[in-house]
């Protein structure tokens, strides 16, 4: 642009002028795809204190997968999904198979779980419908539990519903405990199964095998002690038998190592180092979508804010031609304002 201007006129700081107009261009911000970032958050005490396995869990669904039928040569194939549940604190891998993604059958998997892990104090997954169902359906019986059941059990058991919690729509970052974990089940899945099919009790036993080799994984390197050649590991945390040796393990060694090795290596930041300028009601913005072209996203103008614990924003309220959604700062690209 600068070349085919001088060729027929000579405009003194032509050159800041045309970079104003290249910033103030829509096109040309839609293209660039630069999307706000803000400095990376502390993370959730669930993930910096030591407590029971699975007592705060998140949950993904992984697939699909296909399942055979029968054992017979020409069976049928059905799809199946695997519900990957992970320990906040210990990083622990609780597999379940499920035949859909139906909240029926999640709220099955969930009371598999609870019978073989014990009964989470607090959930956190994303938007999917099912585990909004579900949430739904589990507080609509406990609901229903406590009218049934005298005083004295309503004042025992009122206070121990489930916390459900949800991130962000359209931030699977958010989520990234549980979505590492789903890659490493994939990843075990791949290398054990390559394009085998398995029967859904082939598949079951499969998942069990896969879930003793995730919970085998070191959380930290090895201790400096020349005598300490074991690695903490999830199934440290696991083996307990009972109540009582649970509670024995909050003073057992490995939970002292866990308390002095393992939470020095959650907390390196190896990007979004630096703070950036908070988003203000009134902003234009564009809705970055992974599944159109640029030119088709979605115009928006930001209503509200959601400062985080450290006081910075990461999630915004947009309002669209469609009403008002939420999304975070890494899905929107801000055009500039008219100067």
Known sequence: MLQMVRQEFYVPKLKPLIKKCIFQCKVCTLYKQQTRTQIMAALPPERCSFSLPFSTTGVDFAGPFQIKASVLRSTTLIKGYVAVFVCFSTKAVHLELCSDLTTEAFRAAFARFVGKRGFPSKMMSDNGKTFIGAQRATE?????????????????????????????????????????????????????????????????????????????????????????????????????????????????????????????????????????????????????????????WRLGRIENVRHGPDNHIRVVEVRTQNGVITRPLVKLCFLPKAQ
């Open 140 to 296: 609509r019986d406990f609901v229903k539990f406590l009218n049934e059941c005298s005083a004295d059990i309503v004042k025992k058991y009122a206070p121990q519903g489930i916390n459900w919690q949800y991130i962000p729509p359209s931030a699977p970052h958010v989520g990234g405990l549980w979505e590492s974990a789903v890659k490493s089940f994939k990843i075990h899945l791949k290398k054990t199964a390559a394009t085998h099919k398995f029967t859904f009790e082939e598949f079951t036993t499969l998942l069990v095998r896969i879930e003793a080799v995730l919970n085998s994984r070191p959380l930290s390197a090895l201790s400096q002690d020349p005598a300490d050649m074991t690695a903490l590991t999830p199934g440290h945390f696991l083996s307990l038998l009972n109540r009582w040796e649970k509670v024995k393990a909050l003073h057992h060694h490995f939970s002292r190592r866990w308390k002095e090795d393992y939470p020095k290596d959650l907390q390196k930041r190896y990007k979004w180092k630096t703070p950036q300028r908070d988003p203000q009601p009134g902003d234009i913005v564009v809705i970055k979508e992974d599944s159109l072209p640029p030119t088709e």
